[in-house]
């Protein structure tokens, strides 16, 4: 039927995966299969999908424009503040720098784009092609981000 050593499972016939679904993996299965009333999955971009009432769809939007503006500020005033003063132009301060100009891409490039898929209740609504480009800049923003701080710790 299948092969229990190790981690790896083999299976053979058709049937031996319904007998795995139809005993113990019957849990999983249904927790993967079955959808309640208030969550769905969005088939463009595979994310699942709530059911918000107004006050929360306020009060979620009001924060993450919040954290999105306080973002592109801050990391804005950043770069301004290296390339104005001029004893702020040292090495060590352009990894700065570059640090802010990542976390500034995410603000303006990611941070909208999620800000509305959660208003939607996780609905992707720009399409599949443009999905496929924000999942790509998400993670290349986001990978900036996180090697500029890696450099930034050995540099330190």
Do not use: H
Not at 26 to 54: H, I, K
């Amino acid at each position: 039927m299948f092969n229990t050593s190790g981690i790896e499972l083999t299976f053979t016939k058709k049937e031996d995966i319904s007998e795995v679904i139809n005993g113990s993996l019957q849990l999983l299965y249904d927790a993967f299969t079955t959808v309640g009333p208030t969550a769905m999955w969005n088939e463009s971009c595979g994310e699942q999908l709530q059911d918000f009432g107004r006050p929360e769809k306020i009060i979620i939007g009001v924060m993450l424009a919040i954290i999105t503006a306080v973002t592109v500020m801050g990391n804005t005033l950043v770069v301004i503040a290296v390339c104005v003063v001029k004893k702020l132009r040292q090495p060590s301060n352009y990894l700065l720098v570059s640090l802010a100009v990542a976390d500034l891409s995410v603000a303006i490039v990611v941070m909208p784009f999620v800000i509305v898929t959660d208003l939607t209740g996780g609905k992707w609504l720009f399409g599949e092609v443009f999905c496929n480009i924000f999942i790509a800049m998400d993670v290349m923003c986001c990978t900036a981000s996180i090697m500029t701080l890696c450099v930034i710790s050995v540099d330190r």
